[in-house]
């Protein structure tokens, strides 16, 4: 099956600084998403990127499909931005979608 | 519009007991999912289902069953509950067809501990 590699595994920033975070996909993918988990376990959606860019207040991101590659951008970050970040994909001859093992952000003051 | 609602958020088994999970959305999605994910871990898939009376298995379904008797619901039925089936369960559904995959949208999860 389809193998999603995300980097880096965790990440600690100053309140401010940016970020970027990447999702390696294995195989052709029809479909990925971003998610955040925030540290109360909610799964938030912040983009639906199959390919090209989005951009969404300080976030952003950007998926390669041909190059099996997606980047989340965070700009300004704020200790609200902590929590895991996963990339999800959908490929194979299936629509399931796949996670990959996530992004553990911690935003310090 | 309330999304995709779980239902208990909260529960505790004693080994050997059965529940049932609750899920219901309505969005009027017709595919529908149960993902798990354990402490510290990223989310696997259990079962799903493309539409209502059809369902099929994920990656780790053993211990499980599913139902699908109407396109908003979608309940989750665990038998001879065991602690490996300590986790959060998420479900999920989104707008599918042939060639197109549409935006999951996930439920707040339900957290299970089986003592």
């Known amino acids: 099956g389809i193998q999603v590699e995300q980097s880096p595994p965790d990440l600690i920033l100053q309140e401010g600084a940016n970020s970027t975070l990447r999702c390696n996909f294995s195989d052709s993918v029809n479909n990925l998403q971003w998610f955040h988990q925030n540290p109360w376990g909610q799964l938030i959606n912040l983009f639906y990127?199959?390919?090209g860019t989005k951009q969404n207040g300080r976030l952003s991101a950007t998926t390669v499909a041909t190059e099996r590659y997606s980047l989340l951008y965070i700009s300004s970050s704020q200790t609200t931005d902590s929590g895991v970040y996963f990339c999800?994909?959908?490929?194979?001859?299936?629509?399931?979608?796949?996670f990959g093992t996530g992004t553990l952000l911690a935003v310090q003051p | 519009n309330a999304g995709v609602t779980q239902t208990p958020k909260f529960r505790i088994l004693k080994i050997g007991q059965s529940m049932t999970l609750q899920c219901t959305q309505d969005?009027?999605?017709?595919?529908m999912y149960w993902y798990r994910q354990d402490p510290g871990m990223g989310l696997k898939l259990i079962y799903y289902s493309v539409g209502a009376g059809i369902t099929d298995k994920g990656e780790v379904p053993n211990g499980y069953n599913v139902s699908r008797s109407t396109t908003e619901d979608f309940p989750l039925r665990l038998e001879l509950a065991a602690p490996s089936q300590t986790s959060v369960y998420f479900c999920?559904?989104?707008?599918?067809?042939?060639?197109?995959?549409?935006?999951?949208?996930f439920g707040e999860g339900s957290r299970l501990t089986v003592l």
């Open positions: 969005m009027n999605h017709n595919y």
């Open positions: 990127i199959p390919s």
């Open positions: 999920a559904s989104s707008y599918s067809g042939t060639g197109y995959t549409g935006e999951l949208f």
């Open positions: 999800a994909v959908y490929g194979g001859a299936t629509n399931k979608l796949i």
